[in-house]
C-alpha cells in the first residue's frame, strides 16, 4: 500500500524557515520532519511514498536524489564522475515524485498523483505532524470497518495555557500549561480506497470528506498516544527539544 504525502503547501505561518526551503524540509534532529513521517510507515513495512509536490520541490528531489552523498563516505573521480560509496546508511524507501503545482489545493494534489495509485487502498498523510500511531492497527481498523475512508483522531494541545478557578472566591487555584484536550482533532495518517477519488475536486480535500461524512463513509481510529504537529517555528523548536529528550514518535531504532 503507497502513503501519498502531501509535500506542496507554501507554510506561512512559519516564514522564519519556509521563505528558503518547503516545511516538509525543516528540520528536526537534523533530519527533514518528512523524513521523519517516512520513518514511521516504514517502521511498519509501508515504504513506498508519493510524495506530493509544490512549492521549492525540488529541493525534497535533491535531497533524495543525493541521500547516499549526504549519509555515506565516498570517493569521486571529477574526470570520469564515477564514485564508491564506502558503506550504505540510506533509507529502504521508494519514493515516486509528482509535481502537483504551485497554488494547488490539497484536493487536486490528491488527484494529480492518482494515476500512481494502482491498490485497491492508499494512505495520506500531511508533511507536518509526527506520532507514535501504530500503522498496522490503523490499517486492519479500516479493512475491518469497510468505509471509503479512515481518518485518525488524536488530542491536539492547547496552544494556551488554561487558568484553573476557584468558582467560591474567584482566586486562582493554578495553571496548566498547554494541557492535552479530550476532543478529537484529525492528525493526518488517513487511509481511503480508490472509490475516494470520486469525492474529492480541486479545493480542499476537506471537502471530500464532508462528502464521505454524509454518506456514512467516513470512519476514525482513535488515537490515544503522542501525536504533535508543527505549525509554527515554535512548534519546530519544540519538536527539536523532544528529539533531544523524549521522542516518542521514534519507533524505529
Known sequence: MKTIILCGGLGTRMKEETEFKPKAM????GKPILWHIMKIYSYYGYNEFVLALGYKGEMIRDYFLNQNAFVNDFTIDTRDGQIKF??????DFKITFVETGLESDTGERILRVKKYINEEDFMVTYADGVSDINIKELVAFHKNHKTIGTLSGVHPRSKYGLVEIDKKNNLVKGFDQKPQMYDYASGGFMIFNQKA???FDNGPMEDGLVKLTKEKQLSIYTHEGFW???DTYREMEELNVLW????????WK
Open 26 to 29: 525543516v528540520l528536526v534532529g
Open 86 to 91: 564506502y558503506n550504505n546508511n540510506c533509507d
Open 197 to 199: 477519488f470520486d469525492y
Open 228 to 230: 504533535k504537529a508543527m
Open 244 to 251: 533531544n529528550g523524549d521522542p516518542k514518535w521514534k519507533i
